[in-house]
């Protein structure tokens, strides 16, 4: 009964050269891989500040209609950062004094999301200029 035999080399497994040439590509891979997987995340931390900072704005043309003036912090507009934001850029808000009242609305990168628009904070004021150029 041929079919009963079993090879003693077909069962032995893998060889030494096997598992190098298996874990060669897989560390290429991930050299690949990281910085980009990397990327995308700090590109959707900044989409998410950008869409947290148009609320800001938009909040704040409400509390200037019913208010007068412009807020000075999230909390007098009714806001938290979201905790989509919160560990990846501090929210700050800058009242313009004088006739006619302004605000710049500014978020600024914490820990790894500084390696995201060279550190720049993403800005928007009361007549809706975003900044940097080309972050938005």
Do not use: C, H
Not at 68 to 95: M, N, Q
Not at 101 to 119: E, H, K, N, R
């Amino acid at each position: 009964m041929p079919f009963l035999t079993t090879d003693r080399k077909s069962s032995r497994g893998f060889s030494l050269i096997e598992i190098l040439i298996v874990v060669a590509i897989v560390g290429i891979l991930a050299t690949i891989a990281v910085p980009s997987y990397q990327s995308a995340v700090r590109k959707s931390n900044r989409g998410a500040a950008e869409s947290y900072l148009s609320d800001i704005a938009q909040r704040q043309q409400q509390f200037l209609l019913d208010q007068r003036s412009y807020a000075a912090t999230e909390a007098a507009l009714g806001l938290t950062a979201p905790s989509s934001v919160a560990p990846y850029y501090k929210i700050t808000i800058t009242p313009a004094a004088g006739p006619p009242p302004g605000f710049t609305a500014s978020a600024q990168p914490l820990g790894s999301q500084t390696g995201d628009l060279a550190g720049q904070s993403l800005t928007i004021d009361n007549t809706g200029a975003k900044g940097p150029t080309g972050a938005w």
